[in-house]
């Protein structure tokens, strides 16, 4: 029941935590490079500068992504009293 009550908390977490991401993205960003972070779709950027901002985005996002999804399951369980989720990973 509380992965039913928890899903519209998850999207709405997931969607916060990608503007938080591309938000901080953008910040950081600006300090490596005067020019809006490079796209695999421009043609005419280094492959260096391009895989560069994907590694640095990807990292931020993951992280950001990771708080967030963390922090909502935490206010869940304090408001419901229960973990939307395993308490810890299977073993392998």
């Keep these: ?30 300090l490596v490079d005067d020019e809006e972070p490079p796209d695999p779709k421009h043609r005419d950027v280094p492959w260096g500068k391009v895989i560069a901002a994907m590694l640095v985005e990807g990292a931020i996002f993951r992280v950001v992504r990771g708080l967030v999804d963390r922090s909502s399951r935490i ?3 304090r408001l419901t009293g229960t ?3 395993q308490a810890e990973p299977e073993p392998e």
């Design 1 to 30: 029941m509380s992965k039913i009550l928890f899903t519209p908390v998850s999207i709405l977490a997931g969607l916060v935590g990608g503007l938080i991401g591309k938000k901080l993205f953008e910040q950081l960003w600006g």
């Design 75 to 77: 206010g869940f369980e």
């Design 83 to 85: 973990w939307p989720g």
